[in-house]
């Protein structure tokens, strides 16, 4: 029988959470959910083995690995992947690799949460001399859910200077992140996201969803509290068009 589904819970005196000779011989699992390893600090006994493991992985789940100190993506074939959720995953600083995520070509749902050390998602990777430059933007058509929660030293979703596209993506949210001042160093492109979730309250994106996030963090900068953002973003909008010398609000 070939296995498909694999879930392993509560190995707490684990110091990996898989072995790859194990990996290598899984190559028809679909879904694959590791939870409450709480001495694993490598997520395989080695990196430098066998590249593309798991080609049919289609969900993912890892959670409560607190010690875990990287995930090897660059070991597994992540292009069949649609849904990923990664929690309580306390010593990463970043989840992914610009080459790992642009793999994720069928990617529908990312859930990222409790890790507390994370500052982004997609981190830039340092340019090596006598390579070709990557492609300058990347598109993810299928991806429509993106939730981060939990994060406090969350900057940003993607330190990345590509494009991204995600042209099916409707739902972002953000809740316990208040560190986040932008969704991406370079240029995105959601034409289905008209409004963000943070912390439980929908915000209409009119400029971008850099700007929205620009915008709220600059608020509580300045001591904004929830449930006033939006008489402060009207004021500071009526006041960009208010007139020096006669102080009334010119017509827009």
């Known amino acids: 029988m070939k296995l498909r589904v694999l879930r392993v819970t509560f190995a707490q005196k684990a110091t990996r959470v898989f072995s790859d000779r194990a990996l290598q011989r899984m190559n028809n699992l679909k879904e694959l959910e590791a939870v409450a390893f709480d001495s694993a600090e490598k997520f395989l006994d080695h990196i430098d083995g066998p590249r593309g493991l798991l080609p049919q992985l289609r969900r993912l789940k890892l959670h409560f690995l607190p010690l875990l100190e990287c995930i090897p993506w660059e070991v597994v074939d992540l292009q069949n992947l649609r849904f990923?959720?990664?929690?309580?995953?306390?010593?990463?600083?970043?989840?992914?690799?610009?080459?790992?995520?642009?793999?994720?070509?069928?990617?529908?749902?990312?859930?990222?949460?409790?890790?507390?050390?994370?500052?982004?998602i997609v981190a830039k990777e340092p340019e090596e001399k006598g390579t070709a430059a990557p492609d300058d933007e990347g598109e993810f058509p299928r991806l429509n859910t993106i939730e981060l929660g939990e994060l406090p030293k969350l900057r940003r979703f993607s330190s990345l200077q590509k494009t991204l596209k995600f042209p099916k993506l409707r739902y972002v949210k953000l809740k316990g992140c208040p560190g986040i001042k932008e969704f991406s160093t370079g240029l995105?492109?959601?034409?289905?996201?008209?409004?963000?979730?943070?912390?439980?309250?929908?915000?209409?994106?009119?400029?971008?969803?850099?700007?929205?996030?620009?915008?709220?963090?600059?608020?509580?900068?300045?001591g904004v509290v929830a449930g006033n953002e939006k008489r402060a973003v009207a004021s500071l909008r009526t006041e960009t068009l208010t007139d020096d010398e006669g102080g009334k609000a010119l017509p827009a």
């Open 84 to 120: 990923l959720s990664i929690a309580h995953v306390d010593r990463l600083t970043s989840l992914f690799s610009g080459s790992a995520w642009f793999s994720l070509v069928l990617l529908e749902e990312i859930y990222v949460e409790s890790c507390k050390n994370m500052e982004e």
């Open 188 to 222: 995105h492109l959601a034409p289905r996201l008209t409004t963000v979730s943070i912390e439980d309250t929908d915000e209409v994106i009119k400029e971008g969803l850099n700007v929205t996030l620009s915008l709220r963090a600059e608020l509580h900068s300045h």
